[in-house]
């Protein structure tokens, strides 16, 4: 099983970034995927959270409406979409991968395979 994270980069404040997590190895109708970031100084947090076979997606409250998670199936990949990033958005970013028979909804239990990280990094 591999999980390929990319799409980080620099941003300024209010832009957007869109980043990719390609799987491979895993079916997403059986594996739920999420994307969790770690700050400098920071533990890690799960920040969004797409299902298998139903799709159902989780963001954190946190985020306020500003990110979204989605999946092309046939591609085997998982973006989530960023925007109106902000300073307190810079970390590293990754994704990670659960079987449904073991992973919650906003997938901080059961991930069993994990991506190398991006980083994210917003600044004028």
């Known amino acids: 099983v591999q999980l390929q994270a990319s799409g980080g980069g620099l941003v300024q404040p209010g832009g957007s970034l869109r980043l990719s997590c390609v799987t491979a190895?895993?079916?997403?109708?059986?594996?739920?995927i999420g994307w969790f970031r770690q700050a400098p100084g920071k533990e890690r947090e799960s920040i969004s959270c797409?299902?298998?076979?139903?799709?159902?997606?989780y963001h954190a409250p946190f985020l306020k409406g500003r990110f979204t998670i989605s999946r092309i199936n046939v591609q085997n990949t998982v973006y989530l979409q960023m925007d109106d990033l902000e300073s307190e958005d810079t970390a590293v970013y990754y994704c990670?991968?659960?079987?449904?028979?073991?992973?919650?909804?906003?997938?901080?239990?059961?991930?069993?395979?994990w991506g190398q990280g991006t980083q994210v990094t917003v600044s004028s």
């Open positions: 797409i299902s298998g076979r139903g799709g159902a997606t």
């Open positions: 990670a991968a659960g079987s449904i028979l073991g992973a919650t909804q906003d997938c901080k239990v059961g991930m069993q395979f």
């Open positions: 190895g895993i079916s997403l109708d059986y594996y739920a």
